[in-house]
Nanobody, 126 residues
Framework: EVQLVESGGGSGQAGGSLRLSCVAS????????IAWFRQAPGKEREGVAC????????YYAGSVKGRFTISSDNAKNTVNLQLNSLNPEDTAVYYC???????????????????WGQGTQVTVSS
């Protein structure tokens, strides 16, 4: 059974850092892409970053480019998201998603992804 387990969420201050992890199981990790989405109260779910596990090619939303870094550890079936230079607008529930045989040019559409984690809360105070 496919499972995505997220960890690392919590509270931080503006300008600080957090590191999120997504541990995957139940599928061939190298054949999949992994993405991070986030959803703030009253807003739609939006793509943050994604990575193709086979070669490490990554994509970022403009709002986080230069601040967040996505990386994959294929030996551990884990994708990490390093959040630096946090601001209050980063406050949201962050979700991990997985998919394969995708057109990654449209990675930012939630409907394109097959599997989802439970989400982890990130709260940033000013």
């Amino acid at each position: 059974e496919v499972q995505l387990v997220e960890s690392g969420g919590g509270s931080g201050q503006a300008g600080g850092s957090l590191r999120l992890s997504c541990v995957a199981s139940g599928f061939t990790f190298d054949d999949y892409a992994i993405a991070w989405f986030r959803q703030a109260p009253g807003k739609e779910r939006e793509g943050v970053a994604c990575i193709q596990n086979s070669d490490g090619v990554a994509y970022y939303a403009g709002s986080v480019k230069g601040r967040f870094t996505i990386s994959s550890d294929n030996a551990k079936n884990t994708v990490n998201l390093q959040l630096n230079s946090l601001n209050p607008e980063d406050t949201a529930v962050y979700y991990c998603a997985a998919g394969t045989h995708m057109y990654l040019s449209s990675w930012y559409w939630p409907v394109e992804w097959s599997y989802w984690g439970q989400g982890t809360q990130v709260t940033v105070s000013s």
